[in-house]
């Protein structure tokens, strides 16, 4: 037995000890002291730590909500309210700013000189400004800007702009249920007729048009539920009402806050930037010889761009842009300078105002984005997996 | 009509390039009148159509003079750099259009039209933008609320600072790392205390009095100096083979990661307080830039991680069989070749930060950005909030671009081939 080596391997464990051990010892030490110091001011304060709060009377109103709520509900609903909030303006921002972005990184990929010299300047432009900035742009100097109520811009007489929000018609639903089924039963249609295209590609070699029979179902069914289905869309106009001499207002349709708009815009146009470069990135990381070689090969340029340079943009392209998404639903917290009631104005503002719970209520708000993140960054690890090119 | 009779070749080159431009010209002309001097020559026609004419005579022109090979270098190159396609004929034509419409109106607003002169809002008489109320404002959008007498001080720690950043690009290599160390580790101290004072004589400013440009400085600077070592310290732990330092370095990278700066700032603005034993006061800017440089800590601990990943192997195993121990490797050989790989990253953090530090409003503390709102709601200057936030954004975007080029620069010097 060779115990100058057993002597070695002994110290060297011991080595990777004790930096371990004192690590340990030294955050639970800082949780203890954090631990006796939170009780001893909660209890100089005449409150204990407990989520029971939650359950109480709110008695505070809420400028906009999804869903139900008034001061009679929970502190629970008005978390509730205010995650619906935070989720409607970052699915908005999301979503417009994903179109904006690909586009502008398209634009800047383009021949014509001033097309993309323009997306180059749009992106130097709202990428160094705050975002913080733009929203206050936005929200304290652009749209306060726009008309009073009574000379609203006309959008075609069915939507209204003024300095008091957007209104847009409201979508009047029967039978909303059999709509929604039909376009579930498209979907499950589409993909097992995806799989069937597939096998007949892979044995028969025979190409049946999936995208048009796709389109065909995905307005057809639904268009169908309207035929026989009893379902029935009517809408309900926004109408300018005179409550007294002076005050005018607009009753019916759906509104939408000046709040809301100038967030959604702020955050959309600054993210749209950083999706931008990421769609520019992906499509100058596809080599030039796949192009090449898919053309030599006969495909025309609509399947070069389907099936050679797409796929391997959006590997290069989706992970980067994932993140971005995030950046955008943590960046919508920024609702709180305009008063637009997301989670952290509504709870982490007014909640914890009422209730001087600080450590239950930031605990929560923090998890609740902090889970929001972790599922994302799973999402995005089992993604990537997926989508590694798989090397022989 | 068949559109191919009127395809154009080489043979009658000529004219088609005189039809073709004598239709653009049409075109622009039509457009220049009827956003400068208000007369639309082709009122003749629908409303509808009347509005499209600059476009149609614009696109048919363009559309003649899009010959291949002509021979003339100028055409060529317009052709392929403006008018390969008609797609592309009318992306051009939109975006010249759109800025002969938008561009003069906004000009005017900001130079032509604009108020420089005077004192108060009542001088701003023209239609355009009321620079005067940025010039009365000037002094506590970049000191805040300092006292207008100890001002001096602000200026000196900062004059200080750009003299010592500049002098360490003049002086020989041998005293560059002296004033490197004393500019990281006690240029800070010394400058805070000039700024805070209290002590030698001079009159103590309270940290609430602090505000403007010059607290954006202050904030992002100390952040700067502060997360990188840190960020650093997460990144090696995070990689580190030891399971208890690396889950502590990714339990903590990620927390901060996974949560917006407000809600950081919230915590440590009310949830912080609670942790402490009762009756210790610690100050609120100490607060807000412990806050920060943690959040970006956790940012950048994951840049330097990807620098560190994306060095070869055998740049480690070269290093250990030196007989290199962990530290000795990391600071003479890991570090500085994974650092210059990660430069673009370490600037994006940075750039992060400054467009983070007006947030720190949450707290109460106002610098460039909360000075403007805190001004636009003076009685006196109501209604110039858009001069203030032009204003605002165009310092900082000045900042953030300046210091993005600078990167980029940074990054093609240092780049060393492998």
Redesign the interface.
């Known amino acids: 037995m060779n115990f100058k080596n057993l002597k070695f391997n002994l110290s060297n464990k011991n080595k ?1 000890l004790i ?3 004192l ?2 010892v030294f ?1 639970i030490l800082i949780v203890i ?2 631990t006796i ?2 009780q ?3 209890g ?1 304060r005449g409150i204990s730590f407990g989520f029971g709060f939650l359950s109480q009377e709110s008695s505070f109103d809420i400028t906009f909500s999804l869903i139900d709520y008034d001061g009679s509900h929970t502190y629970a609903r008005a978390f509730l309210v205010g995650l619906l909030n935070t989720i409607l303006v970052s699915a908005i921002g999301i979503f417009f700013a994903t179109i904006l972005g690909v586009t502008i990184g398209i634009a800047r990929l ?6 993309a010299k ?1 997306a180059e300047w749009y992106v ?2 709202f ?8 929203i ?2 936005w929200y ?3 749209l ?2 726009l008309p009073l109520t009574v000379d609203s811009i006309n959008f075609y007489d069915i939507s209204f702009l003024n300095v008091k929000g957007w209104y847009v018609p409201k979508f009047v639903w029967t039978n909303f249920s059999i709509f929604i089924y039909s376009i579930i039963f498209a979907f499950i249609l589409i993909y097992f007729l995806a799989k069937y295209a597939q096998k007949q590609r892979d044995k028969f070699g025979k190409q049946i048009p999936t995208l048009y029979i796709s389109i065909l179902l995905i307005i057809g069914l639904p268009f169908l539920t309207f035929l026989i289905g009893g379902v029935s869309l009517t809408f309900e106009i926004p109408e300018l009402t005179q409550l007294s001499k002076t005050v005018y207002v607009y009753r019916g349709g759906v509104s939408i806050i000046p709040e809301l708009i100038s967030l959604a815009l702020a955050l959309s146009m600054y993210t749209a930037t950083f999706i931008a470069e990421n769609v520019r990135a992906g499509i100058l990381g596809v080599s030039k010889g796949q192009k090449e070689a898919a053309a030599s090969i006969g495909l025309t340029k609509g399947q070069i761009l389907k099936l050679v340079v797409m796929p391997q943009a959006l590997r290069i392209i989706i992970p980067p842009t994932t993140n971005q998404y995030l950046n955008l639903t ?2 919508s ?2 609702a ?2 305009i008063a637009y009631p997301d989670i ?1 104005l509504v709870f ?1 503002g007014t909640a ?1 105002m009422q209730t001087g719970r ?2 239950e209520i ?1 605990s929560i ?2 998890l609740t ?2 889970s ?3 599922s994302i ?1 799973v999402f995005m690890n089992w993604y990537n997996k997926k989508m590694a090119i798989k090397e022989k | 009509m068949n559109l191919s009779m009127l395809k154009s070749d080489t043979k009658n080159l000529n004219s088609f390039i005189a039809a073709g431009s004598a239709l653009i010209f049409i075109g622009f002309i039509d457009i220049i009148l009827s956003s400068f001097f208000s007369t639309n020559i082709t009122a003749f026609l629908p409303n509808k159509i009347s509005y499209l004419t600059p476009l149609l005579f614009g696109l048919f022109g363009l559309y003649l003079i899009r010959i291949e090979f002509s021979g003339n270098k100028l055409l060529d190159k317009v052709n ?3 008018n ?1 396609s008609n797609f ?1 004929a009318l ?2 034509l939109l ?2 259009f759109a800025l002969i419409k938008y561009v003069p109106p906004l000009l005017n607003w900001f130079v032509f039209d604009a108020n420089f002169a005077g004192n108060t809002k009542e001088d701003c008489t023209s239609g355009g933008a009321c620079w005067v109320f940025v010039k009365v404002w000037l002094n506590r959008f970049v000191y805040g609320l300092y006292p207008d007498t100890e001002q001096w001080r602000i200026n000196t720690a900062f004059l200080t600072l750009f003299l010592l950043v500049g002098a360490s690009f003049f002086v020989p290599q041998k005293f560059k790392k002296y004033i490197i160390i004393f500019l990281l580790f006690v240029y800070p101290i010394i400058g805070l205390k000039l700024i805070s004072g209290g002590d030698f004589g001079l009159k103590y400013v309270e940290t609430g009095a602090w505000g403007g440009l010059s607290l954006t400085f202050i904030v992002s600077a100390f952040a700067l100096i502060l997360c990188f070592p840190i960020g650093t310290i997460l990144a090696l732990g995070r990689r580190s ?5 690396r889950y ?1 370095s990714i339990g903590f990278i ?2 901060w ?4 700066l ?2 950081v700032l ?2 440590s603005a ?2 912080f ?6 009756g210790t006061y610690v100050d609120k800017l100490i607060r807000v830039l412990i806050a920060i440089t943690l959040f970006e800590a956790a940012y950048m601990a994951e840049v330097v991680r990807g620098g560190l990943q994306a060095l070869p192997k055998g740049q480690y195993e070269a290093a250990k069989s030196l007989g290199m121990g962990y530290w000795k490797m990391h600071f003479l050989i890991i570090l500085p070749q994974a650092l210059k790989l990660v430069i673009p990253g370490i600037a994006n953090t940075f ?1 992060a930060l ?6 720190i ?2 707290v109460g503390l106002l610098e460039l ?1 909360g000075m ?2 805190l001004a ?1 709601t003076n009685p006196k200057w109501l209604g110039m ?2 001069e203030g ?2 204003f ?2 165009l310092v ?2 000045v900042i ?2 300046v210091m ?1 080029r600078y990167s980029q620069n940074l990054e093609k010097k240092l780049k060393t081939e492998r």
């Open positions: 990777d930096p371990q051990i690590t340990v955050l002291y954090f110091n939170a001893s001011n909660m100089n383009s021949q014509n000189y001033l097309v323009s130097e432009i990428r160094n400004i705050p975002l913080i900035l733009q206050f742009f304290f100097a652009a306060r800007a943590k960046n917290s920024l709180a300078a952290v982490a914890l600080a450590i930031i708000t923090m984005y902090l929001l993140s972790l960054s | 392929t750099n403006f390969s592309n992306l051009t975006v010249i083979k030891l399971p208890a330092i502590t990620e927390l990661r996974g949560v917006p407000i809600t919230f915590m009310v949830m307080p609670m942790f402490l034993p009762d750039l400054v467009k983070d530090t007006p947030l409003f949450v950005a403007v709102n636009k909030a858009m936030y032009v605002a954004g900082f975007w953030c671009y993005s």
